[in-house]
């Protein structure tokens, strides 16, 4: 039986299974509560994180194989793509949120990671398009730096809006 405040959550440290959890506190958005834990074997703290599992998703990779879905895997990826950019983590988390509603809302229980990997890049191109370039050269696997110019002109002019090209500068030999 398991006492009120002592839920079963096997210890890091220690591997212990009970732990008691010391507060919880619900994420901005209420989509995730964060627990802090306490072992009662060890004594050491850590933090839980829970959230909803909409479905079991299971991503059919290129080669045939079926691994299920990860959502650490999927923020690592874009947490590398968008580096050193200005994007919170936050907002990160906000988009893989939208992302798994999308793929919840399709009903498939089955989704190739092309599939994944195109609506990634949507929602990069939304948030950063350095990011989304990172992103896409990766995941397609650019050979060459034709592959670059080709994604970036395929670009709508709507979407991307370049700062002036500064003014040239004059030679300096043909002035002496």
Do not use: W
Request: hydrophobic content about 35%; overall charge positive.
């Amino acid at each position: 039986m398991i006492r009120k405040g002592l839920l079963r959550m096997r210890c890091p440290f220690c591997g212990a299974a009970n732990s008691s959890v010391k507060d919880s506190r619900p994420s901005d958005d209420d989509s995730v509560i964060r627990r802090r834990r306490a072992c009662e074997s060890c004594g050491s703290r850590f933090t839980t994180f829970e959230r909803v599992q909409l479905r079991e998703i299971t991503v059919i990779k290129r080669d045939g194989r079926q691994v299920a879905f990860d959502r650490e895997k999927l923020i690592r990826s874009v947490k590398i793509a968008t580096r050193k950019r200005g994007v919170g983590a936050d907002q990160i988390d906000h988009m893989v949120d939208r992302l798994l509603h999308r793929l919840d809302a399709s009903g498939e229980n089955e989704i190739a990671s092309a599939v994944i990997g195109e609506m990634v890049m949507e929602e990069l191109a939304k948030l950063d398009l350095v990011s989304y370039i990172r992103f896409a050269s990766v995941y397609r696997d650019f050979r060459d730096v034709r592959d670059f110019g080709r994604l970036i002109a395929a670009l709508t002019p709507a979407t991307v809006t370049f700062p002036p090209s500064p003014p040239p500068q004059e030679d300096r030999r043909d002035a002496e």
